[in-house]
């Protein structure tokens, strides 16, 4: 059963360089294997895992005005599977940011994320992930099994401290692409930028032409798959 929130920003204020801050806190249990989707238009994601139980969630509003600060709302629904937090979309017209930090447990099934302008940060250890950003750069240390990373103008760096267990599309359109593997990941890995340059650390083809350059590889048995793409930008693919 969920239970839909919406939370309005009545908290303290303070002010940090001549801008209104309000502080939101709240924690939501989830079971092992649960689902979390966090969708908002304007601010930065940053995530770390822990091993509770609990999803714990603090939204930072930023505003010139007091009454900007005051009309900006969160949506939550909460069940035991899973949580959905969101920036509503009736809050766009609102003079404001919404910067979200969680602590959440590294036993989730799936992380979803997406934000229009802000950045994506991930630290610790996930399982399948969907990272989306319009504009603001994406970066993710720590383990995951696989999943989707896209940010339509911003960097992308990605580096894997276990060895690759699952498939991950990564794409860019503006922005260039690191990607650090640990030596003997076993995937089959294809890359391509239409105008940057490839660099590769593992036995791989690299081709120019034209049409941009492109980079293919299998690396040991290639059991899982690896796709990085961009248009514009430089693609890196590094061992640890």
Same mark, same amino acid.
């Given at each position: 059963m969920f239970m839909l929130t919406t939370i309005i920003a009545l908290v303290s204020v303070s002010f940090v360089f001549g801008s209104q801050e309000k502080n939101i806190k709240r924690s939501f249990p989830i079971e092992p294997g649960g689902t979390l989707i966090l969708k908002t238009f304007r601010g930065d994601i940053e995530i770390s895992t822990y091993s509770g139980n609990e999803v714990n969630m603090e939204?930072?509003?930023?505003?010139?005005?007091?009454?900007?600060?005051?009309?900006?709302?969160?949506?939550? =629904? @909460? *069940?035991?599977n899973s949580v959905i937090i969101s920036t509503p979309p009736t809050a766009s017209s609102i003079q404001?940011?919404?910067?979200?930090?969680?602590?959440?447990?590294?036993?989730?099934d799936t992380l979803q994320l997406s934000t229009?302008?802000?950045?994506i940060k991930l630290k610790g250890t996930y399982n399948r992930l969907d990272l989306t950003t319009l504009n603001g750069d994406i970066d993710v240390s720590g383990e995951f099994i696989g999943g989707s990373i896209i940010s339509t103008n911003g960097d992308i760096e990605i580096s894997l401290k276990g060895a690759l267990s699952g498939d991950i599309s990564v794409r860019s359109t503006n922005g260039s692409i690191e990607m650090t593997v640990k030596p003997g990941s076993d995937f089959t890995? =294809? @890359? *391509?930028?239409?105008?940057?340059?490839?660099?590769?650390?593992?036995?791989?083809t690299i081709t120019a032409s034209l049409a941009g350059s492109q980079l293919k590889g299998t690396i040991d048995k290639g059991t899982y798959k690896v796709s990085i793409t961009t248009v514009t930008g430089d693609i890196r693919l590094q061992k640890r």
């Open positions: 939204a930072i509003i930023y505003a010139e005005e007091r009454t900007e600060a005051d009309k900006m709302t969160i949506e939550t =629904e @909460a *069940g035991r404001a940011d919404i910067d979200y930090y969680l602590k959440v447990p590294g036993n989730l229009l302008n802000g950045e890995v =294809e @890359a *391509g930028t239409v105008s940057g340059s490839i660099r590769s650390e593992f036995d791989t």
